[in-house]
């Protein structure tokens, strides 16, 4: 069955890195594009990048310049490198596949991760 898992979540002081990993297993990886969202505790889901099947990517604008996503077809993995942080980008990260480039809105996704948390703090 398919399966996503995410890892690389941690706690990091603002300013710092981290970088996010999710394997996928169960499905033609490279058929699919994949995508990064975040929840934070009472808030909505949060679109946070997306990458296409050919490795054009999209970013939510609340991380554009700060994040990018990468994707290795041979590993069937998606990373998310995050720079920068800052404290507002405390969630829960989650990655998702999709058949659909381009894809922002969670609805589009059928396929998601259990997620990693990130908390940035001093």
């Known amino acids: 069955q398919v399966q996503l898992v995410e890892s690389g979540g941690g706690l990091v002081q603002p300013g710092g890195s981290l970088r996010l990993s999710c394997a996928a297993s169960?499905?033609?990886?490279?058929?699919?594009?994949m995508g990064w969202f975040r929840q934070a505790p009472g808030k909505e889901r949060e679109f946070v990048g997306h990458?296409?099947?050919?490795?054009?990517?999209l970013y939510g604008e609340s991380v554009k310049g700060r994040f990018a996503i990468s994707r290795d077809n041979a590993k069937n993995t998606v990373a998310l490198q995050m720079n920068s942080l800052k404290p507002e980008d405390t969630a829960v990260y989650y990655c998702?596949?999709?058949?659909?480039?381009?894809?922002?809105?969670?609805?589009?996704?059928?396929?998601w991760g259990q997620g990693t948390q990130v908390t940035v703090s001093s």
């Open positions: 998702a596949a999709t058949l659909k480039d381009g894809a922002t809105l969670s609805r589009d996704y059928y396929d």
């Open positions: 169960g499905f033609t990886f490279r058929r699919h594009a």
């Open positions: 990458i296409m099947r050919d490795g054009q990517t």
